[in-house]
T-cell receptor
């Protein structure tokens, strides 16, 4: 299995609270991604990174920001969580344009 | 991304072969065909990918039609652990410049495979 972990694995928070999810890899892969998965929508890309301090928006980036200050860590921040951001969040890593390896996911509930 | 069409669900008996179809009639010449699967309560897992030729690995085989408008993922002997949602995804080869814009995976609804003991 690819060395990719996500923390926390579960989180319950209240509307309006800032939340940061962490993705950590030990594979030294250049690319890192954040997806969310919701019933009826499948997985959708939020943001991705193609190197340290290099990030770009995905399909559903509104309300989210990311940072990548070192190769191994990719942080996803919800500045002010809303109930619509209740979801399962997956991080993925990848090499040059090929296979992506996914983490175990973080279940976030925003009350 | 080009669109793929898969059946919503399929069933297979344990230890029998399974053929999971995928139609991608608008595929372009540079689109790679990727398959991922997602077991219950887990993240997606890479299965196999190919461009034109049939491909085999330890998990499965990928048969690609000559016109590339369809493909079939073949599990040679289904086990209970193969029960999952299988996603067929087209992914374009990235341009030769930095940036990851072409690396996005667009997941559809996939095929839910049930394996009957």
């Amino acid at each position: 299995d690819a060395g990719i972990t996500q923390s926390p694995r579960h989180k319950v928070t209240e509307t309006g609270t800032p939340v940061t999810l962490r993705c950590h890899q030990t594979e030294n892969h250049r690319y890192m991604y954040w997806y969310r998965q919701d019933p009826g929508h499948g997985l959708r890309l939020i943001h991705y990174s193609y190197g340290v301090k290099d990030t770009d928006k995905g399909e559903v980036s509104d309300g989210y920001s990311v940072s990548r200050s070192k190769t191994e860590d990719f942080l996803l921040t919800l500045e002010s969580a809303t109930s619509s951001q209740t979801s399962v969040y997956f991080c993925a890593i990848g090499r040059e344009g090929e296979t992506q390896y996914f983490g175990p996911g973080t279940r976030l509930l925003v009350l | 991304d080009a669109k793929t069409t898969q059946p919503n669900s399929m069933e297979s008996n344990e230890e029998e072969p399974v053929h999971l179809p995928c139609n991608h009639s608008t595929i372009s010449g540079t689109d790679y065909i990727h398959w991922y699967r997602q077991l219950p309560s887990q993240g997606p897992e890479y299965v196999i990918h190919g461009l034109t030729s049939n491909v085999n690995n330890r998990m499965a085989s990928l048969a690609i039609a000559e016109d590339r408008k369809s493909s079939t993922l073949i599990l040679h002997r289904a086990t209970l652990r193969d029960a999952a949602v299988y996603y067929c995804i087209l992914r374009d080869r990235p341009p030769p410049i930095s940036g990851a814009g072409s690396y996005q995976l667009t997941f559809g609804k996939g095929t839910k495979l049930s394996v009957i003991p």
